[in-house]
Each structure stands twice: as C-alpha cells, then as structure tokens.
C-alpha cells in the first residue's frame, strides 16, 4: 500500500489527539491544559481536513474546510475565556490550579 | 496524492513540536513550541489544499491564541505570586493516562483507516457556486451555503468577551481594557508599531477583499486587522479603549447586527437567510466587510482582556 | 413569506437582537429583555399553532436543501422545547429585573447579565431548531461559553473556581462531540440528521464517532462520572442566573443526545450502550440524591437534585432499547422522558428562583436561617412547596405523568428495575425536600432577624413556573399529543 497524503496527515491527526488528551489530563497547571485542549482541537481539525483530501480526482472538499475555519474561531473563544477566568482565579487564588488539584504545590507557600 | 519526504518530515516534525508543547517542563517554552506547531500545522494545510484553513489557522491558531496564551501566563505569574503547581507526579496515573491515550489514538486512528469511500459536497458546491455569489468555495460555504455556522460563530466571539468583561473587578468598570502598553519609546517593538499598521491594514482589507475569489475572508483579515491594533496599542501609539465607550460597542455588534437582519429579510425573499443569486455578490461582501470590522474589534479586546482598575499602572 | 418562516426567524433572532442590543445599550437591559420576550413568545405562539395545525414544519436555511445546506425542523418535541424555554426565560427574567436594574451609572454585574441571559436563550433555540450536527455544534459551543460566563458573574473565588471547573468539563465535552461529527461526515458526508439516518451503518467510524459524540453530551448534560462541576456551579451563581443554568442548559444537550440516538442512528444502538447509559443515570440518580440529603445550602440541595434528577432522565435509553424494543412502550419511555425534562425545567428554575428570594429576605441560604420564613414569603414557600411535588413526581404534576409513563414502560418491558430505581428517586427526592420545606413552615425563633420583604409580584414569577410544572400533569393529554408530532420511528419502535 503507499502512504498518501491524507493517510499520512490523518494518522498525524490521530496522534495529536492522543498526545493532547495525555497532556490535558496530566497537567494540574490549568494553562497547560488549556494548550493542551488546542493541540487536541487542531488534531481533530487535521483529521477533518485530511479525510476531506482523499478523493484525488475531485479535490478538497471545501464544506469541512469552512466547518474547521469556524471551528478554530470557536476554539480560539473558548480559548480566550478559559485564559482570562484563569487569570482571575489566580487572582484571588494565588494558584494556576483547580483547588482540587492544589496540594502538589508547596504548601507553606501562598495559600492565603 | 502520495505522501512526499517533506510530508512526513513536517509530520514528524509537527508531532515533535506538539510533544515539546504537551510534555515540556517550563510553561513558558511550552508556549513557544505551540506557536512553532500552529505555524508547522498551517504548512500541513497548504499540503492538504486548504489555503483558507491555513491562512486561518496561522492567523487565529497559532498566532492569536498564542498571544493569549503568553499574555495568561505572564498575567498569572504576576498574579498568582508564586510558581504553581507542576504536572502530576504520580507515576501510575501517568502511566495510566499514558496507556489511555495510546489507545484511544489507536481506536481513532483505526476508525480513520476504515472509513468508507469519499462523498464529499465538492460536487454539490461546484453546481451552485455560481449561485453562491461568492467565487472562493469556502467563501461560498461560509457566508451562503452555511451561513447560519458562521452567524453564530460570530455571536460566540461576542460570548467569550462578554465572558472576560465579565471578570472584571466592579470598581475597574467602564475602565480601560486591560493591556497596558510595554516598550519605551525608540525601541524595536516602538518602531515596529510605527511600520506596522499601514501594511496590516492593507494585508487586512486586501484578505477581505480577496476572499470572495480566492483564499481569504472576514475571519482572516478581521485577524490581521485586530493584530494591528494589538500592536500599536503595545508600542505605545494608542491607549486600549474603554469597555463603555459607544463606539466600541457598536463596532463590537455591528457585524452580527447586520447579519442578523440580512438572514430575517431573506424570509420575504423565501426563506430564512436567503441572498437572491442576483445580489448575493455584493450582499456577502457587504456582509464581510461589517464581519471584519466586528471580528477585528471583537478578537482584539479578547486579547486586551477585562478592564483593569486605574491605579494598578 | 410563509408564517412558519417568519415564527422561526422570531424564535431564532429575538433573543440573539435582544442580547446584542443589551451589549450596545448598557443600561436598558431589563427593557430590552421584556421586548425580547413579546417577540419571541410571538413567534413561539405561532409556531406552536402550525405545528398543532399542519404537523412538523421544516426550512432549509438560505432556500439550500441538505446536505449543502442547514435544515430548521420544529416537530413536537423542538415545540415543546422551545415553549417550556420561554416560559422559563420569561419568570426568569422578570425576577432578574430588580437585581440587575439598570441604575444610573451601569454596573458590571448588570451590564453583563443581560446580554448573557439573552445569549443563552438564542443558543438555546438555535439548538431545539437545527437539524445538523455541525450546526448543533456551535450553537452548544454558544450556549457552553456563555453558560460558563454566568456561573462566574459573582467573581468570587469559589465561584471563578466552580466555572473554571465546569470549563473543562466542557472543553473536553466539546472536543468529543467535534472528534464524532468529523469523523461522522467524513464517512457519510453529511451532517444533516435526517440524512445520516440513511447512511450510518456499524462501521468502526461509525462506532467511535456515536461513543465520542454520547460521551462529549454526557459530560455536558452532567451525567456520571462526569457531574462533579455541576453542584458547586449551579449553586455559586445568582439564583436567576442558577435557574437558567439548572433547569434549561443541561436539557440542551440530553436533547440533542435524543436527536442523535433516536433519529440519527437508531441502528447503532446496542443494549450494552443503553444499559450503561441508564446504568450510569440510576448511578448519578442514588448518588446526587444521598448528597442532597447532607447538604445544609439550600442552593446545594437544589443543585444535587439537579445531578439525580438529570440522572433518571437517561433511563430513557433502556427503557426504549433492548426488550422494549418490539414493543409500542418505547414511545411511553420517550415521551415521559421529555414530559420530565420539560416539568424539571420549570421546577427547578422555580425553586432557584425561589431560593434567591428567600436569599434577599434573610441574606443567605442556609437551612436553619429558613425557620418560619413561610411568614414573609408565603407565595414563595407555596411555589417551592409546589415545584417539590413535581420533582418527586407525585400527582396531579407533571413530574408524575412523566414517572407514569416510564414506569409503564419499565414493567411492559420486562425490566421492572428502572421502575423501583423511579419509585426510589420519588422516595429519595421527597426526603431532600422535606427538610427545607419542614424549616420553612416551623415557628420562627423568637431572636431571630426579621426578614426583609420581597414584592407579590416578583414571588408570583417563580409560582407561576410551578404551577405551569403542575398543569403539565393535570392537563397532559395536550401536551403529550404534541410531542408525539413528527416522533422520530425510533420513539415508537424502540432503538437497536
């Protein structure tokens, strides 16, 4: 079998995907989770993409590709909002973490 | 198309960037590997064809969220005092995640490799194109085929400000949003600021402009645009305006207002949101223009962030 | 111009012209907000009537037909939807008028309310309405962020915590539910509903595609495991804000979970899926109901229940699968699945209400404050005391025709055990409930503050809503007939 295009890209995808779940759920720092989840969004797009690319003869599909360019839109507010809620926990907080997640950090340093 | 060397370099290359983003220690690294990906991720869409979704995720993937990102991290470090929490330590669950992950790649990967032959909408679009009153396919899809998609979409960017306005403390209301500028005056980013706007102006209208025919659009060049103001305000040429200035607001809602109303008069041209073919090329442009405009206002305060009380300076 | 069209543009534009309004005009909100109201419960009416008359009405966006277009369908179901969400957003925000005045210099918390609120109830009718995945996935998108946005209105830290928290519930959720409709049009290329019907099969794309697509909704719709941001979210925010998030924004996603199971893929359910699902629902249903018990917040109590009540929504899956499946009882496990989504979406927004206005007499919510309160507040304590009738489920509610018709179901199928697990649910509510209701109709003590007074006509919005919970019982027959209009097949033959 040869390794087309989007055989290719889509595999890339999938590890994407893979590699941004492992991310999101390891992380306590809620901004590497937030990076995470847009590693996990662009692997998902590629995926979209590269299974849109398969039919050599007609082209690319262009349906997915608006669907991705308004899915990044979308991932890029939901990106924009998690920052800045982050930003303002960890101004009363003090932490970049959930409370839950809290007890890895030094304990003897501020926690109000 | 069958997969060249410089295909699978670039994947390799993408997937080593997004483990160095993932995985990495330091946050700040981290970061900087995520906007090296979104650019490489960009250079996979040109293979792929889709020079919308490149230029799209070069502008809004890789370069806006990781302004936002950089500007996250050094508000948070600032703010939270102190370096927090680090990745999880337990070597079990990592193993476990880990394991998950794999397998969950393999289930999807597997998925993919299955899939049954193409039937895609090419076809579909090609006929109606002509209709569309836009020549660029995704141009077509996005402001006509599937407008409603990107009405919405347009109205989601308001929800996220409206999100972060709503973070603000009560007494910095009706302040300045929050960026403040950050170079002296005659450094590089000054000057750079002096040189920029001019030309991102053009490359923006140029975007917008281009996107009925070839790639480009609204989102792109409201990206564009909105960098440009991002940047004069950091070099220190303009003050970021006030959450309750009029003017704002109604650049803010402007585009989706009109958009809006457009999509109610279809219904006596026969259907919600319907551009007759005959002034659908003038209507989707006059759509983008506003959309940009909205677009360019909306993504820059979601970078400027809320207001931030006056004395903090 | 067909009525049916301009009913939908109202439905589908008022709320999102009202919020974009608000954002522009930062002080008129409430004025906005009741403009928005006539117009949308307008188009509401009118299409309630042209559905009732003419059955499901059906509008491709842009005159493009699927699968290049987007495809409006309002059958029964998106009626019954989409009446009980004005209803609600309506007692909602005429509550919300007082805390969130305009005044004469604009407020953060007042300014921001407005267009959120509104936001949430176009995203909420862009929902009910659209007929595809991709579509439906930027109006939960829309509904998600702005959802988040008012869990963290109060900008406290326990708060900002609680939206953080749901935030990434909600990443994640969404990130499934994209990862399913990719995968879904990459194989059928399509992801207009009715055509997917015809074209899903059981290939691994397919199967991957439904379990990301369950998953992502369930997290969204908080079932467990997944319901650990729920309580401190829905309890965190102002009660009117709490009411919206409770009793309106999980149904958006168990709706479109109905969608896709019973119309998208009906063949794809097997009864492993559906036990697990209903599994996973009796599971969320014990647990938030244990947790209600030991909560001494008011708001906490009506949050858990939110977590146990969302729970035996879920039945719906085995009961409509498996054994059931050669049996007409599938159509009452459906239909009493959405009369208990409907009641518990009035209910509960009633109690929230209720919850605020017991807040503003006393200044807090905890149980013991409560003694006696009937005194003050005796709309308010009947309207809860009503609202609690529903979410047991005893008659005449609607709360009980729903409970009637799963039970039903559950014994015509051969699967008695749901039918205890709702016996237990009723039990269970009526002892969460009771504490409360017990406190607020006990002699005050003597030392006690007296509690500050709250307007007839504000108590009267959250009476309302449990008595409309209550006449969906009493008058069910109409209702229940115009669900069933435009029912997929699969309501009435069962899944698999």
């Known amino acids: 079998m040869v390794l087309s295009a989007s055989l290719l890209y889509g595999l890339c995808g999938a590890a994407l995907i893979g590699l941004g779940l492992y991310g999101f759920v390891v992380h306590r720092r809620l901004i590497r989770r937030v990076l995470a989840f847009n590693v996990i969004g662009s692997g998902i797009f590629l995926l979209f993409g590269a299974a849109a690319y398969r039919d050599p003869v007609a082209g690319s599909d262009p349906v997915p590709q608006a669907m991705i360019i308004t899915g990044i839109v979308v991932a890029l507010s939901a990106t924009a909002l998690a920052l800045a809620l982050i930003v303002a926990h960890a101004r009363l907080a003090r932490s970049d973490a959930l409370p839950e997640d809290d007890r890895s950090g030094d304990p003897d340093e501020g926690r109000p | 198309m069958i997969a060249s060397i410089f295909d699978l370099t670039l994947c390799l290359v993408i997937l080593a960037a997004a483990g160095a983003a993932t995985l990495g220690r330091d946050a700040f690294m981290a970061v900087v590997f995520y906007i090296v990906y979104g650019i490489l991720i960009a250079m996979a869409w040109l293979r792929l064809g889709a020079i919308d979704v490149a230029l799209a995720e070069a502008a809004i993937g890789a370069g806006l969220t990781g302004v936002l990102l950089l500007a996250a991290l050094a508000r948070v470090a600032r703010k939270a005092g102190k370096e927090p929490a680090s990745a999880a330590s337990v070597p079990a669950t990592t193993i476990a995640t880990a394991l998950a992950a794999l397998v969950i790649t393999i289930g999807i990967a597997y998925a993919f490799l299955t899939l049954p032959e193409p039937q895609g909408l090419q076809g579909h679009v090609a006929e109606n194109l002509a209709a569309s009153g836009a020549e660029n396919p995704v141009t077509a899809v996005l402001l006509n085929f599937r407008g409603w998609d990107t009405l919405l979409e347009s109205i989601v960017l308001l929800a996220a400000l409206l999100g972060i306005w709503t973070l603000a403390q009560d007494e910095a209301w009706g302040g300045r949003a929050g960026l403040r500028h950050v170079t002296r005056p005659g450094s590089v980013l000054a000057q750079f600021g002096r040189i920029l706007p001019p030309i991102g102006l053009l490359v923006g209208v140029y975007l917008v402009w281009a996107g009925s025919k070839q790639p480009g659009g609204a989102f792109q060049g409201g990206t564009v645009l909105a960098a440009v103001w991002i940047v004069t305000i950091m070099a220190g040429l303009m003050q970021a305006p006030r959450v309750a200035d009029r003017a704002l607001r109604a650049a803010l809602v402007i585009g989706p207002v009109i958009f809006l109303a457009l999509a109610v008069a279809g219904i006596f041209a026969g259907a919600f949101l319907v551009l007759p073919p005959a002034h659908a090329g003038w209507l989707i442009l006059a759509v983008e223009a506003v959309l940009t405009l909205s677009i360019a206002a909306t993504l820059a305060m979601l970078v400027f962030g809320p207001p931030e009380p006056e004395e903090k300076r | ?496």
């Not at chain 3, 301009?6 to 012209?17: N, S, V």
């Not at chain 3, 019973?262 to 969320?284: H, K, R, Y």
């Not at chain 3, 003694?371 to 709309?379: E, T």
């Not at chain 3, 108590?459 to 919970?469: D, E, N, S, T």
């Open chain 3, 1 to 496: 111009m067909t009525a049916s069209a301009l009913a939908l543009a109202l439905i589908l534009t008022a709320p999102l012209f009202g919020a974009l309004a608000a954002m522009l005009m930062g002080r008129r909100g409430p004025a906005i907000a009741l403009a928005t109201i006539i117009a949308t419960a307008a188009g509401t009416l009118i299409l309630l009537v042209i559905i009732a008359t003419e059955g499901a009405v059906h509008l491709a966006i842009g005159g493009w037909e699927a699968p290049l277009g987007i495809q409006l369908r309002a059958d029964g179901l998106a009626g019954g939807f989409i009446a009980t969400t004005a209803l609600v957003m309506g007692a909602i925000l005429a509550v919300a008028a007082k805390p969130f005045a305009g005044g004469k210099t604009e407020r953060r918390s007042a300014y921001t309310f407005w267009p959120l609120a509104l936001l949430l109830w176009g995203a909420l009718n862009a929902i009910f309405l659209s007929g595809d995945l991709f579509n439906l996935y930027v109006g939960l998108e829309l509904l998600t962020l702005v959802a988040v946005a008012l869990v963290g209105i109060e900008g406290k830290r326990e708060t900002l915590a609680a939206a953080l928290r749901y935030m990434m519930f909600a990443l994640m959720g969404s990130l499934l539910y994209l990862l399913g409709a990719a995968l879904l049009y990459a194989a059928h290329g399509t992801l207009d509903i009715a055509l997917l019907a015809e074209r899903v099969g059981s290939a691994p794309g397919d199967i991957v595609a439904a379990a990301a697509i369950t998953g992502g909704l369930a997290a969204k719709t908080a079932l467990f495991p997944f319901h650990a941001w729920l309580p401190p979210a829905h309890s965190g925010a102002p009660a009117p804000a709490s009411a919206m998030l409770s009793g309106l924004v999980p149904k958006a996603s168990f709706y479109i979970l109905l969608r896709f199971w019973f119309e998208a893929a009906p063949d794809l359910a097997g009864s492993g899926v559906l036990m697990l699902l209903g599994g996973l629902g009796a599971f969320a249903m014990v647990y938030g109901s244990l947790l209600a018990l030991h909560q001494d917040r008011l708001k906490l109590i009506i949050a858990y229940s939110t977590v146990a009540q969302l729970g035996y929504l879920f039945f719906i899956f085995p009961l409509a699968g498996g054994e059931s499946a050669a049996q007409p009882w599938a159509a009452g496990a459906w239909s009493g699945a959405i009369f208990h989504a409907l009641s518990h979406a009035m209910a509960k927004a009633s109690m929230f209400l209720c919850a605020g206005l017991i807040i503003e007499a006393i200044g807090h919510d905890r149980l013991p404050g409560m003694k006696g309160i009937v005194r003050a507040l005796p709309m308010t304590v009947f309207a809860f005391a009503l609202a609690a009738i529903t979410l047991m489920g005893l008659p005449p509610s609607g709360g009980f025709t729903a409970k009637y018709l799963m039970m039903t179901a559950s014994f015509a199928a051969g699967q008695p055990f749901w039918a205890l697990m709702l016996i237990l649910a009723g039990l269970l509510a009526a002892a969460y409930l009771y504490r409360p209701l017990a406190l607020a109709f006990a002699l005050p003590d003597e030392d006690a503050p007296a509690p500050k007074a709250v307007s007839r006509a504000r108590q009267f919005a959250p009476l309302a809503l449990a008595l409309a919970a209550i006449l969906l019982g009493i008058l069910s027959a109409a209702p229940f007939a115009f669900i069933q209009i435009g029912r997929p097949g699969a309501a009435v033959e069962g899944l698999e």
